[in-house]
């Protein structure tokens, strides 16, 4: 995998249009089940939003009684998540580490942020540094794209112009156009499967305690395309081992 990789989001038209997301269609099966895993999972209400984007994860986490701070690399994305949310703490990271942060955390959040990062050098790098953050039963949970998720139409996103992705293998290049935002020049992620995910988090000494792979149900009002038989998203809820 090239290290020329480039977060996407870093563009400033790119993160307006982000910023006016909310959890329309597939995005809401990603967001459907968390309060749940909060409550079973968490204990304590410091948290981090790890790649926080445009803030809307932080400002969830806030809504559940989370004092949240977000962080991100991406300049842009910070600029709209100060806009719309002038109150809320949001900090810069670099590629280097992550920002100054006042841990432990009871929760260390990362939705869609390590589809983004490009080598297992640097996602080991960033779970070692989230692993250094959590309180002694702090939980990370990871909200990261299915394998599947690239080789099928959705509601909120079209693969269809990239045949190319049912090839793709761990750390390739995989390509997403996003339907929810008026920008859908196509989205460049990085392939991860379930089995890569769990060597990575074994390295950094992070243990699976939960998975979760939402599906689409009947009741929700959406008019699901592939998400009634097939998850879009895993969701990992990790904790530390000795």
């Not at 269609?25 to 790890?50: I, S």
Request: glycine residues 8%; negative net charge; contains cysteine.
């Amino acid at each position: 995998m090239e290290s020329s990789f480039k977060n996407v989001y870093e563009d400033e038209l790119r993160a307006r249009a982000y910023a006016q997301l909310d959890f329309p269609g597939t995005y809401h099966l990603a967001f459907r089940d968390l309060p749940g895993l909060f409550e079973k999972h968490v204990r304590g209400t410091n948290a981090l939003d790890f790649g926080c984007g445009a803030g809307r994860s932080t400002r969830f986490l806030r809504r559940f009684g989370f004092k949240a701070v977000g962080v991100d690399i991406a300049p842009a994305m910070l600029q709209q998540a100060c806009t719309i949310d002038p109150t809320g703490d949001y900090r810069l990271a670099t590629t280097e580490g992550p920002a100054v942060l006042e841990g432990p955390f009871d929760l260390i959040f990362a939705a869609f942020t390590f589809d983004n990062i490009p080598t297992d050098p640097a996602k080991a790098s960033a779970l070692r540094a989230l692993r250094a953050l959590l309180s002694s039963a702090g939980r990370v949970m990871a909200v990261v794209s299915s394998p599947e998720i690239y080789q099928h139409e959705w509601v909120s996103f079209s693969t269809k112009a990239f045949p190319q992705n049912r090839h793709a293998h761990d750390g390739d290049r995989v390509r997403i156009v996003m339907l929810d935002v008026p920008d859908q020049r196509p989205v460049e992620d990085v392939m991860c499967s379930d089995a890569h995910y769990r060597e990575l988090f074994t390295t950094v000494r992070l243990e699976v305690v939960e998975l979760l792979r939402p599906l689409g149900t009947s009741g929700e009002g959406i008019e699901w395309v592939t998400e009634a038989r097939v998850a879009p998203w895993s969701i990992y809820v990790l904790g530390a081992t000795c």
